[in-house]
């Protein structure tokens, strides 16, 4: 029996020596050291010995077990190791290369138009407020002075969902629902997207984007409509622009202004842009009818208000200088890239 383990021992370390993978090692542990294993099958004679042999061989038996697990455990390290170093070689990576820059995309100029007007009248006070884009006809028309035999609404080319659902044609309907849900004073704007029922050319599209302005409070006057508009135009457009106050007509404000700017493709000398005229319209707005403060709870003889309405699409329009609306509805990659 001695000479067996000694012959096992030295097979398995000869083997063991020899051994490339970590695979073929683990196969050679279950060899000869496995229930099934050569070193196992030995033990099992164990019974067959005197009781003098039975020590020395027994001795001698773990005396190879230990130097075989031994010799597995270090071959198992220095194998683990250079397939490690193998690995690392294969993976390699030359810090040298120049890198792969990552597209990053950008917000589209309708987005941009928008987070600059909440900024700057964030910044005059206003709070931002949402309406739903499925109004009834109470809050886009008759809380706005409009009843249903007002020929302004004609005017409006509004998408019916029902006899007294529609698609929002203005943001206004925002201001309605403010107005009977707070008291004065009110300071807020909400932007939106409205639809209106317009054939679609450069200058107009059934889909585009308002936003509306509102403030109620006790004293305030057409001069604060004038300096708050003011302030807009020149945050937006620069100190250099000039702004022009004509007198229109909304159902739901009086006295009623359309403000114009001066052209900033030509500075206010005319061109086609501006159609030779060097202005070019921006917004309407007035000061708030008393009969839509009353029908909102308002006492119209205690609190006055103005009220204001800007199209998006024309701004991001005009301040980029962009030639098309449908440039901003039809998402070319080679329109939007200029505005990363």
């Known amino acids: 029996m001695r000479e067996q ?49 039975r020590p020395a061989m027994g001795q001698l038996a773990n005396d190879v077990r230990k130097e075989l697990e031994e010799a ?41 138009v928008t987070n600059d007007l909440i900024d700057i009248f964030q910044s005059m006070g206003f709070d931002v407020v949402d309406g739903p884009e499925v109004e009834t006809d109470h809050y886009l028309f008759e809380a706005l002075n409009l009843p249903k035999d007002h020929p302004a609404r004609a005017m409006q080319d509004t998408f019916y969902l029902g006899e007294n659902l529609l698609l929002r044609s203005q943001t206004s309907s925002a201001q309605i629902r403010v107005m009977e849900q707070r008291k004065p004073p009110i300071r807020m704007v909400c932007p939106g997207r409205v639809f209106r029922a317009d054939e679609v050319d450069a200058t107009h599209s059934p889909v585009f ?12 006057t057409m001069c604060d409509l004038k300096g708050c ?17 004509r007198p229109s007509f909304f159902p739901f404000t009086e006295p009623s202004v359309e403000v114009d700017i001066t052209c900033s ?14 202005w070019i319209e921006i917004l309407g ?5 008393p009969n839509v403060l009353r029908g909102c709870g308002i006492d119209p003889e205690v609190y006055s208000g103005f009220a204001f309405g800007v199209g998006l699409d024309r701004l991001a329009i005009t301040r980029s200088k962009i030639s098309d609306i449908r440039l901003l509805f039809e998402n070319d990659l080679r329109f939007l890239e200029q505005f990363n």
């Open 5 to 53: 383990l000694e012959q096992i021992k030295a097979s398995a370390l000869r083997e063991i020596g020899a051994c490339g993978s970590l695979k073929a090692l683990d196969a050679l542990r279950v060899n000869y050291l496995g229930k099934k294993g050569q070193l196992t099958a030995i033990l099992k004679q164990m019974g067959k010995l005197s009781a003098e042999e």
């Open 72 to 112: 597995l455990a270090a071959r198992q390290e220095a194998l683990r190791e250079t397939e490690l170093a193998a690995r690392l070689e294969e993976e390699r990576l030359d810090v040298t290369m120049p890198g792969r820059a990552k597209k990053t995309g950008g917000l589209h100029p309708l987005s941009l």
């Open 209 to 220: 984007h308002q936003m509306e302005g509102l403030v109620v409070d006790k004293g305030v």
């Open 229 to 245: 508009l003011e302030q807009f135009v020149h945050e937006i457009y620069g100190p250099e622009t000039q702004v022009r106050f």
């Open 265 to 278: 493709e030509c500075g206010g000398k005319g061109c086609r842009i501006c159609k030779g005229t060097g």
């Open 285 to 289: 707005a007035g000061m708030v009818h």
